[in-house]
């Protein structure tokens, strides 16, 4: 018995499954921003990477494999919550991650990983750009 692919099966059968090329396989590690856009009180500001040198700021993320979250930033965004014990999941092109005695409170970041470079993307009800960033990885393990 022949069996006749579709598109709509081909696109299913895409959507179910875990892809071996799929971004969510190359997140755990550890990442370091170089590049941001936040916009504060209606401005955009873009920070690249010589000015973030300049002014030493730093937000470096390592996303462990059993969904541990380790974070430290100085960074004058209002959102970043720093700390140890929190953790990161995955739904789509979303990340989550909270503190793990407060598991309702969750940041949401829209994330891709294109050539290498993890994009972050965060944004309040309105639309406004509470941060976008750009990382590099900067270690494999965790």
Known sequence: ?????T???????????????QPSKHLPGKWKLFEFYTEPDGNLINMKEEEIKNKKLYWDIKFCEHGQLE?????PVKFLKGGSDCEWQLARNFIYWFHVDDSKNKEKFQYAIVNEILKLLNKDQDGKIKFFGFFRRVDEGC
């Open 71 to 75: 974070q430290e930033t100085n960074l």
């Open 1 to 5: 018995m022949k069996r006749k692919w």
């Open 7 to 21: 598109y709509t099966s081909l696109f299913k059968w895409l959507n179910s499954t875990e892809l071996f090329l």
